[in-house]
């Protein structure tokens, strides 16, 4: 039996937010997650830092705090967020008329949108339609929400917080109207765990209507669910909205060498309902097609799903319920020391976690203030770390490696010097050359008590995200993880074999043009000349 | 103006090659059109002729033709021309010195091999050269399992536990062993094809030998990457094994494919002995008919154009991969003369959620009748002087059965034969046949 204070449910970016909220105001938590890391929404979705220009004319309250969110989370969250400003662009398709109520409404969200001459944008972002009627700059950005969510834990294990991955919540159990402790199964030994506890938070995102069901309580969360198509090209610099009332496939968000196109909105009953489907993926080309006419001839590389947890009081659905976040205390409904976080944006984790904490804090009568706008989630690496790093990094790959690393780094450059002295190694050779991951940044995720697949190194490391797709890089990493002596959960073909299978589902709604060349190659590989399909029926345990 | 000649071969895969081969055998002139090297040069250098069919293994792969739907290439051709093609091969093989044979059962029956890949799993195989032959493996007690310094794809501790996972491999002694890289103690990445090139050399055939010795002495057999040389050079084995004075087998590996590009080697030295000519880097880009007869095809190669006149034609232009094959949203069609290949509208019916499940697109192909004639919906060919072969052609799933050099093997022979007879028949007007 472990005991602590507060409880957080769900590892996505709400719930680690609020975990290092409450350690920074010296409170006691464990964050339980039933996946891995971010196994959620918050690494299933469009990446985009939104300035709030989408949400001002309807909901100029969300505009606000986006904008205010967004440089929050550029300061604290630098090693997460590229910087890349956005457009809005009025399509010909797009209603004129819409271009001067939302421009005041920005004004009013405090949202600096400057409107810049066609020209001045088609030099600037040479692939964007040339009809476009009029532009504006704001100042939107991209993130990475599967980082934000492990820097946000590596900032509260700094501060005494504790992760347990693979940790489902299966009880909430109450004594006398108060929230007295939770039951929570390892889903990988199947052994369950009690943890006594004052207080619970509810940050399970699409499933937090779930939770609050374990509570025995009834509130109206409803999953709603976007795809998204993932291009093989960066062909756009700034993230690029449609000037318009939101609708679906009106934004491109570029991130490292790739570009992502979204997003559909249809309710759905599962919180995990995410596999895409070509039906999506053609509407969303359609979709895109006015700002960006070469859709269709760039090269898609996967398609991918997330649910968003729409809170809906009252039955609004899809595009009409409302983005915005609501902290429920349960108290009102007759248990004590159970608090929900519904709803939100990943752009205001901070502020949502912000809230819940402030909550929690009151009923612990904690008066800490909250600093998680003040500090950084990650301090950045000293220059001399830097300048060892680059004797063993490749040098293009050496900041981006930092980034992903985080708290890490030391550690990783330690291991890699020690084994460069006692000349053991065979150097700390490439092993996914789309993404520049090498043998040593693996092998320290791979030894994390948090990773225990493939799967975990690839969310970690982007290994196998780039064009080769794992094709290459997964059996690489096998077997220089089986050589160094790292256990993982599967066996090595099996947990290869589940990593194409993952990579698959994301492949199959846009089985065309070059991307199913490398699904050929990747099949022929695999089944033609490893024949992991015959084998995984003639191999023993 | 160039001459018209017999045979135009499009595409220098496994298919190509082969249907070359046979029309050139029968006395035609053929030329070959392609714009780079097919899988051939990505694949291993066995020929898989089935090692799968009805979700059963095959022990020996003749047994399991019946088992195919009525569709598949094999089944268009019937299992004697199957095997009169695996009979050509192994001649022309043996012919250039690079000779590949078949397993054998206890009772001598010719048989799929079980070979050992850089994964540590066992992929059946048929046609074999002698570097892949794994009868030494199977006698060993105790195996020295080889990687090299720099080798990202081959990892010795992986092999072994996996080879350890089957029942007739489970209680050998393994020796993992790690060769130091041959570029001294540089952290440069090296390819399976770096250094087999190496080895073609007389410093890197040392290099090998120098360091294999040290341990090859107290094992029965040495499993190693597909580095023994990239030519179809039997001298450079043999020096091998007698250098280290013990057994080499080598790995299947991934990409690049050594050994398939030393059967490639093997395969156009042999072609060089006839009428024949090779036109690399350029692509087919139309195609000029009249009627049900194709009269030319245009190239295009650095900029320009060129039209190759034949009286036959071969197109081997491989899948979806290789270049035969597009898919687009909904539709799918033959890369050259755009023959449309059926598809359901709907793409996510083209595969199974299961990544080696039984897919629609992994069988995509143009539909041939036993000639090797494309045919359309009703059964009609839609021309009378052009083949296809290999992974052009549909209705088998090369990857799930392990059948992709036999089908290339089996199809390249047939349409080969047909291009070359009707090639003859256009030199023969009196025949009264229609030009
Ligand atoms: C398609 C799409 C695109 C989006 N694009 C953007 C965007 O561009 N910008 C933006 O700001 N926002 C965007 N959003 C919204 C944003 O992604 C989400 O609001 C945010 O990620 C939610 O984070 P979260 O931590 O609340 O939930 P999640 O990340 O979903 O985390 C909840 C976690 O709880 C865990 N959990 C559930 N049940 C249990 C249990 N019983 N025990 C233990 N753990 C449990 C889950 O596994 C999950 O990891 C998008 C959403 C979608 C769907
Ligand atoms: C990575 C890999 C490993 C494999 N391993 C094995 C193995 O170990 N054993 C086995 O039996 N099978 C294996 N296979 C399968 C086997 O290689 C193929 O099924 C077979 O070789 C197909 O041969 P092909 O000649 O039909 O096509 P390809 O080899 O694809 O050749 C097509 C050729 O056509 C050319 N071409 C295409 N379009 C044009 C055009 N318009 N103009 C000019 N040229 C054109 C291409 O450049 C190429 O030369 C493997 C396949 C791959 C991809």
């Known amino acids: 039996m472990l005991e602590t204070t507060v409880v957080v449910i769900g590892g996505g970016a709400t719930g680690m937010g609020t975990l290092r909220d409450l350690c920074m105001r010296g409170v006691p938590a464990i964050l339980l997650e039933q996946g891995g890391l971010a196994h959620g929404t918050s690494s299933r979705f469009h990446g985009l830092l939104h300035s709030g220009g989408r949400y001002a004319v309807n909901d100029n309250e969300s505009a606000r705090e986006c904008i205010e969110e967004n440089m929050i989370v550029r300061r604290i969250g630098r090693q997460c967020v590229e910087e890349t400003e956005g457009f809005f662009a009025l399509t010909p398709g797009d209603d004129p008329a819409y271009v001067e109520p939302w421009a005041e409404a920005c004004r009013k969200a405090g949202i600096d949108a400057q409107e810049l001459d066609v020209a001045e944008a088609l030099r600037l972002e040479p692939n964007l339609s040339p009809d476009i009627r009029r532009v504006f700059r704001v100042p939107d950005s991209c993130v990475d929400g599967f980082r934000l969510a492990l820097h946000n834990a590596m900032s509260a294990r700094r501060h005494g917080g504790r992760v347990m991955t693979y940790h489902e919540v299966t009880a909430i159990h109450q004594r006398n109207g108060k929230v007295c402790g939770v039951t929570a199964r390892n889903s990988i030994s199947g052994e369950s765990l009690e943890i006594a506890c004052q207080c619970v938070v509810n940050a399970a995102g699409s499933w937090s209507g779930r939770i609050a069901g374990l509570a025995g309580l009834d509130v109206a969360v409803s999953p709603d669910r976007g795809t998204l198509i993932v291009f093989n090209h960066r062909f756009t610099s700034r993230v690029i909205n449609r000037l318009h009332p939101g609708a679906d496939g009106d934004i491109f968000v570029p991130h490292g060498s790739i570009t992502i196109l979204g997003t559909t909105s249809t309710p759905t009953e599962r919180p995990d309902d995410t596999t895409p489907t070509c039906t999506e993926v053609l509407r969303l080309l359609d979709l895109g097609e006015p700002l960006f006419p070469a859709v269709r001839q760039y090269r898609i590389l996967r398609a991918f799903a997330g649910t968003r947890p729409l809170y809906t009081p009252g039955n609004a659905a899809g595009r009409k319920a409302s983005r915005n976040f609501h902290v429920v205390d349960h108290a009102e409904q007759g248990l004590e020391g159970m608090v929900s976080i519904f709803g939100g944006k990943l752009t205001t984790y901070r502020l949502m976690a912000e809230r819940v904490s402030d909550n929690v804090c009151a009923r612990l009568g904690v008066h800490a203030p909250c600093r998680t706008a003040d500090e950084a989630l990650i301090p950045d690496p000293d220059q001399a770390m830097l300048r060892r790093a680059a004797r063993y990094f490749p040098v293009q790959g050496l900041q981006l490696m930092a980034d992903r690393l985080g708290d890490d780094l030391p550690d990783v450059l330690q291991q890699v010097e020690l084994a460069g002295r006692a000349g053991e190694s065979d150097g700390n050779p490439l092993l996914c050359e789309c993404e520049m991951v090498s043998l040593a940044e693996i092998e320290r995720v791979a030894r994390d008590p948090s990773t225990h697949s493939l799967t975990d190194i690839r969310l970690r490391t982007r290994l196998g995200m780039g064009t080769c797709q794992g094709t290459f890089c997964s059996l690489r990493t096998i077997g220089a993880l089986v050589e160094h002596g790292v256990p993982l959960e599967l066996s090595p073909t099996d947990n290869v074999r589940r990593f194409l299978q993952e990579r698959w589902r994301g492949l199959r709604p846009a089985l065309w043009g070059t991307q199913a060349r490398e699904m050929e190659l990747g099949r022929a590989v695999y089944a033609g000349t490893l024949n992991l399909d015959g084998a995984a029926n003639e191999q023993d345990n | ?435």
């Open chain 2, 1 to 435: 103006m160039s001459r018209i000649i017999d045979v135009l071969v499009v595409g220098s895969g496994l298919a190509g090659l082969v249907a070359a081969l046979t029309a050139a055998r029968e006395g035609r002139s053929v030329r070959m059109v392609t714009d780079g090297m097919g899988s051939l040069a990505i694949s291993g250098g066995c020929v898989d002729l089935l090692g799968y069919a009805g979700g059963q293994r095959l022990n020996d792969p003749w047994s399991g033709m019946d088992l195919l739907p009525p569709a598949h290439p094999y089944r268009l051709l019937g299992a004697s021309r199957v095997r009169a093609a695996v009979d050509m091969l192994l001649q022309c093989a043996a012919d250039q010195g690079w000779p590949l044979h078949t397993a054998a059962t206890p009772e001598g029956a010719p048989c799929n091999a079980l070979l050992p890949t850089i994964m540590g799993t066992l992929k059946p195989s048929y046609l074999l050269p002698d570097g892949l032959d794994p009868a030494a493996l199977a006698r060993a007690r105790r195996i020295l399992v080889a990687g090299v310094h720099g080798l990202r794809d081959c990892r010795p501790a992986l092999i072994v536990s996996q080879l350890r996972r089957y029942r007739d491999w489970a209680d050998k002694d393994f020796v993992p062993f790690m060769l130091p890289s041959p570029l001294g103690a540089t952290h440069r990445s090296l390819s399976a094809l770096d250094l087999a090139r190496l080895v073609d050399r007389p410093r890197g055939r040392d290099w090998l030998i120098q360091n294999l010795r040290k341990h090859a002495g107290q094992c029965d057999a040495v499993l190693l990457p597909p580095i023994c040389g990239s030519r179809a050079d039997a001298s450079i084995w043999h020096e091998l094994n007698q250098a280290v004075a013990c057994p080499l087998v080598e790995m299947l590996s991934i990409p690049p494919g050594v050994g398939g590009l030393r059967l490639r080697d093997a395969l156009l030295r042999e072609l060089r002995r006839h009428d024949f000519e090779l036109v690399e880097n350029a692509r087919i880009i139309r195609a000029t008919t009249d009627g049900k007869r194709c009269t030319s095809l245009t190239a295009l190669a650095a900029g320009q154009e060129r039209r190759h006149t034949a009286r036959a034609f071969v197109l081997a232009t491989g899948g979806i991969l290789g270049g035969g094959i597009e898919l687009a949203p909904g539709s799918a069609r033959e890369s050259v003369f755009k023959l449309d290949i059926p598809v359901p509208s709907d793409v996510t019916l083209w595969s199974e959620p299961e990544i080696f499940g039984n897919h629609v697109f992994s069988r995509l192909g143009v539909r041939v009748d036993g000639e090797m004639r494309p045919q359309d919906d009703s059964g009609q060919a839609w021309y009378d002087n052009i083949f296809f072969a290999g992974r052009s052609v549909g209705g088998y799933d090369f990857a799930t059965e392990k059948s992709g050099h036999g089908v290339a093997l089996a199809t390249g022979w047939q349409a080969g034969r047909m291009a070359a007879a009707t090639a003859g028949k256009f030199h023969e007007p009196a025949s009264g046949e229609q030009l």
